[in-house]
């Protein structure tokens, strides 16, 4: 078996630019490299012109409209716009909001400081799969609810959210309905109709796209969704998010999810396949490897499992050859037991014994039977360790 180490195994991370997408991409930093806003002349126009057509191939992805698509930074930026936006812009109607235990710190984060502002947050928890039941959330709302955001798939987990029930409930008490969907969106089929979804937030890096982009989507068909900006300045953006457009990322990013559009049905039953293989490889060969998320409602790319006996932290510096990763990367300097495997009910020992793996468009059949093999060996040998100790 030939394989070139180490090997890529956190493609929930982020994820290697497409080389399709690379290419787009090159031409708009030196022979395009014109502002989008400046289009009283060619250069600008040129730039213009790729943008709008970027917007169009995001848009397509989740079924949305050109115009509801805005540029930011990332996830992250989408995130923050929508909860700040949306609880500035309807401060007059309620100042409540409802989110899940589990979200991204990206929400939790903004959530907390929502709380210091004077808002009011409802933190519904998850079942031992990590879903939130969409009858908990027709019950938390209240005549001065504003605002539901439930992540579309968790980013640990891979759990998939009852988007369509969540979004049902929102739709008939006149509720706004946020999902971050960076992990979901191109991943699997996304419709922002289909689910009554008022804002979207999506990151280019996690789709094979450049980093330091992404998009919210902002309702603006049967109903005008209003958000007020987080940063102030030339109005681009629809004067939600000011900032001269990064004109290349943007070219990317929609390269990147024209290609999803295209490819995801296909990836998703190819990398399906690599991730039961590798939980059913695994528990074949060691005793106390549990699944952690959803058996069925997940991401196809995804696999969390706890292993009895073992501490990531001791067992991962023993995986030089691959990279997989104890959670999610943005709290890997935290030592701590992950907050969502918490909230599942799952004990310290259980939640300290995680590791993630993701696969992903490059993957290859062998890169995964050298990593259930390398796995394999790394968890019987820390195994035997803990138990002489």
């Known amino acids: 078996m030939s394989v070139t180490l180490p090997i890529y195994l956190d493609y929930n991370a982020t994820t290697p630019v497409d080389e399709r997408v690379l290419n787009a991409m090159l031409p708009y930093f030196r022979e395009h490299f014109g502002n989008a806003a400046s289009t009283g002349h060619r250069f600008g126009g040129i730039a213009q012109h790729a943008v709008s057509k ?19 930074s990332g996830a992250t930026e989408s995130d923050n716009i929508s909860l700040f936006g949306v609880t500035e812009r309807y401060a007059t109607k309620g100042d409540h909001v409802i989110t899940c235990v589990t979200e991204h710190k990206a929400i939790l984060d903004s959530a907390k400081q929502l709380e210091r502002l004077g808002k009011q947050v409802t933190y519904l928890p998850v079942d031992q799969y990590g879903r939130v ?23 640990e987990i891979g759990t998939l959210a009852a988007l369509k029930e969540i979004g049902t409930i929102a739709r008939e008490h006149d509720v706004l309905f946020h999902t971050d969907a960076a992990q979901f969106a191109g991943h ?34 049967d109903r005008w969704v209003d958000v007020a900006p987080v940063i102030y300045g030339g109005g681009h953006e629809q004067g939600i998010r000011s900032g001269t457009l990064n004109v290349p990322a943007i070219v990317g990013f929609g390269v990147a999810a024209e290609l999803c559009r295209v490819e995801q049905e296909e990836q998703a039953t190819r990398l399906r396949k690599y991730t039961n293989r590798i939980l059913h490889q695994l528990q074949n ?34 995986l030089e050859d691959l990279a997989i990763s104890a959670g999610s990367a943005c709290n890997t300097a935290n030592p701590n037991p992950s907050h969502v495997l918490r909230a599942l009910g799952f004990g ?13 468009r490059l993957t290859t059949e062998e890169e995964v039977t050298y990593a259930i093999e390398t796995l394999t060996k790394a968890i019987k040998a820390s195994q035997l360790v803990t138990c002489a100790a």
């Open 285 to 318: 060969a060691v005793e106390g490897v549990e699944l952690n998320g959803h058996p069925t409602e997940r991401l196809p790319h995804n696999l969390n499992v706890s292993i009895k006996g073992i501490k990531n932290n001791h067992l991962l510096p023993a």
């Open 188 to 221: 699997l089929p996304l419709d922002v109709e289909a689910l009554n979804l008022d804002l979207v937030s999506i990151s280019a890096h996690k789709i094979y796209g450049p980093k330091g982009i992404g998009a919210l989507y902002v309702r603006r068909t």
């Open 133 to 155: 039941d969409p009858e908990a959330v027709r019950r938390a709302i209240t005549p001065r609810t504003v605002l539901i955001s439930i992540m579309a798939a968790n980013n």
């Open 348 to 360: 310290d020992e259980r939640a300290l014994s995680s590791l993630r793996i993701s696969v992903g």
């Open 54 to 72: 970027a917007r169009s191939q995001i848009a397509r992805l989740i079924n949305a409209r050109s115009e509801e698509i805005i540029f930011t």
